[in-house]
């Protein structure tokens, strides 16, 4: 009934010309991990203009994860997964929302040191970073697995599943 309404999927088994939470994602990766360098700059220097930009980074990707995860949600939906992909897929995209919120609570944590004191950040809020900063590099590799392991979104993996192969 609803079918009609739908856009076609392409070879890529989209309704777009190819996926989008790939691009997203790479603006949060880049601005949690750079707003992370200038936090360590920063500290160590004591240049209080690299913890105003790590402070816009993280504001930045809080905002934008949000819409990589939509991104990620719906194409994660039309990946069409097999058995082999799902744990990863599954792991990927638990972690995936749970880093929406940790970066949203490490951010209005940053937001409470700025208001405090923006020319200081206290050694925690470095340790959490790079916590963060690990996890992040733990969700890439698992992106990197679903793309280049299992094909997710691939044109051959699309035509294996059409075809019964996987």
Same mark, same amino acid.
């Given at each position: ?27 949060? !990766? ?64 638990? !972690? ?71």
């Amino acid at each position: 009934m609803f079918e009609n309404l739908l856009p076609a999927l392409n070879d890529h088994n989209l309704p777009y010309p190819d996926t989008i939470h790939p691009i997203v994602v790479h603006f949060v !990766i880049a601005m949690v991990l750079f707003a992370f360098i200038c936090d360590l700059i920063g500290y160590f220097s004591a240049n209080s203009r690299l913890l105003e930009v790590s402070w816009w980074n993280m504001f930045f990707a809080t905002v934008s994860i949000f819409i990589a995860i939509i991104f990620g949600q719906i194409e994660a939906g039309l990946a069409q997964a097999y058995d082999a992909v799902e744990p990863v897929l599954n792991l990927h995209t638990l !972690i995936g929302w749970s880093l929406s919120g940790i970066i949203a609570a490490i951010t209005a944590w940053r937001y409470v040191i700025r208001l405090r004191d923006p020319k200081k950040i206290p050694m925690s809020y470095l340790g959490v970073g790079l916590l963060l900063t690990i996890l992040v590099f733990f969700q890439v590799y698992l992106g990197d697995e679903l793309v280049w392991v299992y094909g997710l979104h691939t044109v051959p993996v699309v035509e294996a599943i059409k075809e019964g192969v996987l």
